[in-house]
């Protein structure tokens, strides 16, 4: 039996995997954050701007630090930045961390490049 071989074997099968659902969880996370972002852009036309303050208050409590006010105005830009028909098949392709540095650019050019 070769120990080695199949010590290294199944390391590369466990990189595989943790690679593979690393993917799945990031592309989860792109998904669910655009949805939150169409709910913060349609709250926002509904209850004004202040709501994504508001909201952000209230999911910092309940949820964690994580969704503060700067999160929150990110995720609704992301939205409006990739909701319509020319980014619609991008968004799917980066991760969340990618998208923050996306929309840190001003030029629509800068963007797409």
Known sequence: MDYYN??????????IYDKAKDYSKDRNEVKVYFEIG??????????????????????MIEVGKKYNETTLRRIRQFYEKFSNKKWSMLWTKLCWSHYCEVLSLKKINAMRY
Not at 41 to 58: L, R, T
């Open 6 to 15: 199949e010590i290294k074997e199944k390391i590369l099968q466990n990189e």
């Open 38 to 59: 169409k709910l913060l852009s349609d709250a926002g036309k509904e209850y004004g701007k202040n709501i994504v303050k508001q909201y952000s208050e209230n999911l």
